[in-house]
């Protein structure tokens, strides 16, 4: 059986390509996909419930890809088997082109093979099912792109942190980041230097001076970084995203990375728009830790290895001391300082294909303070050390047990109940399951979002203060917290709330 098509994207095409090697979006797209996940030679494993006819099988399968040409295409191979029903094997050889910027034409051509039971159906009930899949699939990844299109309309631009950073910058420098209101109660001392925090370590003048030149420049990083497009920020919702997006090198961070994050985070944490922020990697992958390719340039003598792990350390402690609620989303690899990212969230939910390490001992690099202090508070020190001496990779099931990650999502539902006959026929479409780590995390930042700013903000700066910030919780700091969100409208507004059954309306004032 062979047949081809094409089919138009509003997008460009090296995004185009990223969605096709994107394992989230193509289980949403893959009609009955159930699971879908990386093994270690690059091959994806693939569960697809399908229905032909009156034959309903689980495929359990193995999809490669052959021929990677990226961004211009690919050819995907892929082999099931459904036990009784028969197996199937495909070679789906896809194209894509850029008629016009903006725009992607992707052509495909499928080589298809039936055997056992299904074979019987006959070849034009066969032929109309593929091509009905074949539609879904295209229809769904319309939608993915479509809705990655309509975030990226809500994107920050250069431009937008632009207006952000003389501000963010000042602020930062007298201690009083935070325009909006649960920021600014937060942050003030926050982003002092460690020194200038009640019981932190006493600087040298000289690593005091390296700190600040490293915040002085987060701000022009930054701009890099988003004109770049090596970092992304799309807020929606009140929920911000932060992608990390070099899926060549796995989201390896660079300097510019590493150095423009707290602005960015500085950023957001004025935004009132912004309630909770999501951390991601574009891709297969979250983050493969720094890159090891600048390392020649940018990490070659011992001042610079200095400078540059302050520059790790103050991007960690920037996203740690966010006074808005962060996540990490992880799938794929997660490694060294991608793990310091993770950590710093306040939460790190995982696909089942996440792999984590710190393999720093394999490359001579002692793994710096903030981020120890952060692994200990999760594993506590035997794992710590196991971690850090071993170098090794942990898989997600594993990470999870021992704290590392809060939550591994599960190998998802069918999406439809009944299959393509139930949806011919005007079946409702059965609630769509968190498929995704993104998914997951979304539907907790929403909740999130939805309660008061001043007593998240409170409750993450006395956490943060008792389990890792360096020199302990600023107890009177923390009274001033718990003093300001009893003096707050959003403190009348959730007493109102409940006596009059509603739901809240929080301000973050
Ligand atoms: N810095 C720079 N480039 C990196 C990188 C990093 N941390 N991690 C991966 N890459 C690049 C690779 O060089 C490769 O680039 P290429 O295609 O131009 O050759 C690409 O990403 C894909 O990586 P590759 O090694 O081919 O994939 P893999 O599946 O065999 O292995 C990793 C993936 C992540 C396990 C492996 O790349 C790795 O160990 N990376 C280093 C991780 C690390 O030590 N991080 C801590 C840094 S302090």
Known sequence: MEMSGDVELETPRARAWASLNDTGVLVRCIPGCESMTVDADGRYRATVVSRVGPIKARFEGRVSLEDVDAPNGYTLVAEGAGGAAGFAKARIDVRLEEPAPGRTRLGWVMRAQIGGK??????????????????????????????????????????????????????????????????????????APPSARPGARALSPALAALRASVRAASGEQARRALEAGIVRVAVRDGIATVTLDRPDSRNAMTLDMWGGLPAIVAGLERDPAVRVVLLAGAGRDFCSGADIAEFGTVRATAAQASAYEIAVDACCDAIAECAKPTIAVLRGYCLGGG???????????????????????????????????????????????????????????????????????????????????????????????????????????????????????????????????????????????????????????????????????????
């Open 118 to 191: 299904l074979a019987q159906l006959g070849s034009r009930m066969i032929e109309s099912a593929a091509r009905k899949s074949a539609g879904e699939f295209f229809d769904s990844l319309r939608a993915c792109v479509a809705e990655a299109e309509a975030a990226r309309a809500g994107a920050w631009t250069a431009e937008r942190l632009g207006v952000a950073l003389p501000a963010v910058e000042a602020a930062t420098q007298a201690g009083t980041v935070g325009g909006s209101a649960p920021a600014a109660a937060h942050s003030r001392d926050i982003t």
């Open 339 to 509: 793990v310091h990212l993770a950590m710093s969230c306040d939460l790190r939910i995982a696909a089942p294909d996440a792999v984590l390490g710190i393999p720093a001992a394999r490359l001579s690099i002692v793994y710096g303070v903030g981020g120890t202090r952060k692994l200990l508070a999760l594993v506590g020190v035997s794992q710590a050390k196991r971690i850090l001496f071993g170098g090794e990779r942990l898989g997600a099931a594993e990470a999870r047990a021992i704290g590392l990650l809060d939550e591994v999502v599960e190998a998802p539902a069918p999406r439809v109940e009944g299959g393509w006959l139930r949806r011919l026929l005007g079946g409702a479409p059965a609630a769509a399951p968190a498929v995704d780590p993104l998914e997951r995390a979304t539907v907790l930042a929403r909740a999130w979002a939805a309660n008061a700013p001043l007593s998240i903000a409170g409750a993450k700066y006395i956490l943060n203060g008792l389990a890792i910030r360096d020199g302990g919780l600023d107890e009177d700091r923390a009274e001033a917290l718990i003093e300001r969100a009893a003096g707050s409208d959003d403190y009348r507004e959730g007493r109102e709330a409940f006596a009059q059954r509603r739901a809240p309306d929080f301000q973050g004032r």
